[in-house]
């Protein structure tokens, strides 16, 4: 496999990579920013790009923001944009299961384990939830009747069609078992099961399965490690994931954008994840950044799940382009 051209410090390098592309879609944690910490001269990068003509699309697995907040969070950083250039792996699961499940009434509800990014976006899509941030759910320990509860489904919506797993920062073992016995259908009364698509049991998807978040000069539990992995588990299943790589995601950017995939380049720091997403995707380039999670190293491993075209030391150093 060809080796990624490094452009750091390459002048005519990074002007003959900025001339080949009009979209960058770029990842947010880890290439943007730390946590809060933004990376020095990535606001000026962004108006260098834009200045250029290109157009800079914000495509992030953090389904702890909706795109309002991320439009808040890039703004307030000096990141001029749109909230229409900002696509999240919460509203991708929420156009995913309005526009393209369109459950039936009367399950058609979606029981939320993660954040109130999901819970706005599955709003903003007229999509009905339970769980999510409510406090009720927000609790320590199980008393016997919670066990009885949600085994014989009498404490569990009966109108739950689809578990919608992503980061959770409040998971519990009260809120993993409600979770599980939606996607083993104990809220499905037995004579509904035999009719049933799939015996009842809710549907399985995760915003995204990401391993690690990075914050703070270091990282913490991702979705894939902190909610989604444990209902695998329980399971047995993986879920249907619409964050990066899911092509589901590319094609409802690609829709939004009318993008021309040949002159688009995904720009990010996680190799399964960004670089996974541009290359099966067929974009026309990828530009992975060593501000995040991966490293060389991880790409030159015989099993590197994908291979960036590109790479720089950090998103700023595509400014280097400027002085020519
Ligand atoms: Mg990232």
Not at 276 to 285: A, K, P, R, S
Request: proline letters at 5%.
């Amino acid at each position: 496999m060809a080796q990624p051209k490094y452009l750091t410090g390459d002048t005519a390098a990074l002007n003959e990579f900025l001339d080949k592309f009009d979209t960058f879609l770029l990842d947010c944690d880890g290439v943007l920013w730390s946590g809060d910490h933004v990376f020095e001269g990535v606001p000026e990068t962004i108006k260098l790009l834009q200045s250029k003509g290109k157009r800079t699309v914000f495509v992030t697995n953090n389904s702890t923001k909706s795109r309002a907040e991320y439009h808040a969070k890039l703004t307030s950083k000096g990141i001029p944009c749109q909230v229409e250039d900002i696509f999240g792996s919460s509203y991708s699961a929420a156009i995913y299961i309005a526009r393209i499940l369109k459950l039936e009434p009367p399950r058609n509800k979606v029981f939320v384990l993660g954040e109130a990014g999901i819970e706005i976006e599955l709003k903003s899509e007229g999509i009905e939830y339970v769980g999510g941030t409510d406090p009720a759910y927000r609790k320590l320990g199980m008393a016997p009747e919670d066990f009885e509860g949600i085994a014989s489904g009498a404490t569990l919506d009966p109108n739950v069609g689809v578990v919608l797993a992503g980061l959770d920062f409040h998971v519990n073992y009260y809120k993993l078992a409600h979770a599980h016995g939606y996607l083993r259908g104990n809220h499905v009364s037995a004579e509904d099961k035999a009719t049933a698509k799939d015996g009842g049991k809710a549907l399985f998807l995760a915003t995204n399965i990401d391993s690690t978040l990075p914050m703070y000069h270091n990282f913490f539990p991702g979705a894939g490690s902190a909610s989604v992995v444990a209902l695998s588990n329980m399971i047995g299943e993986q879920p249907l994931a619409l964050g990066k790589p899911s092509q589901a995601m590319l094609d409802a950017v690609e829709g939004k954008f009318q993008l021309d995939r040949a002159r688009t380049c995904m720009i990010g720091d996680r190799l399964n994840t960004d670089i996974q997403f541009g290359v099966q995707g067929n974009l026309g380039g990828t530009l992975a950044v060593l501000t995040g999670v991966n490293k060389k190293e991880d790409w030159e491993k015989p099993d590197a799940p994908a291979v960036p075209a590109y790479y720089v030391d950090g998103l700023s150093d595509l400014r280097g382009a400027a002085s020519s």
